[in-house]
């Protein structure tokens, strides 16, 4: 399994960032995906998860409204539109393939940073 995000960076507060995450070494349509965020020193915490077939997404309350979770199983593909990004949205994020037993397998993140 291999799980490769990109698309972090330095943006101001109030403007837009779309991260992709493409996954390789199992059948990206069979799994539900999801994305995280850590801060050094800090717990990871669910931003964001959507189902294998995309029926249904689930956001942190922080982050509704602001974020959208998507997916494209032909590219293998999940993404993370962020809009009106704040600077608390500054960690670096995961995209991790969520399996039915429980276990996840993680990338290894994307920073994103805002700051004026």
């Known amino acids: 399994v291999q799980l490769v995000e990109s698309g972090g960076g330095l943006v101001q507060p109030g403007s837009s960032l779309k991260l992709s995450c493409v996954a390789s070494g199992f059948t990206f349509s069979h799994v539900d995906m999801s994305w995280h965020r850590q801060a050094p020193g800090k717990v990871r915490e669910l931003v964001a998860s959507i189902t294998k077939t995309a029926d249904s997404t689930n956001y942190a309350d922080s982050v509704k409204g602001r974020f959208t979770i998507s997916r494209d199983n032909a590219k293998n593909t999940v993404y993370l539109q962020m809009n009106m990004v704040r600077v608390e949205d500054t960690d670096v994020y995961y995209c991790?393939?969520?399996?039915?037993?429980?276990?996840?397998?993680w990338g290894s993140g994307t920073q994103v940073t805002v700051s004026s």
């Open positions: 991790s393939a969520d399996w039915y037993s429980g276990f996840k397998d």
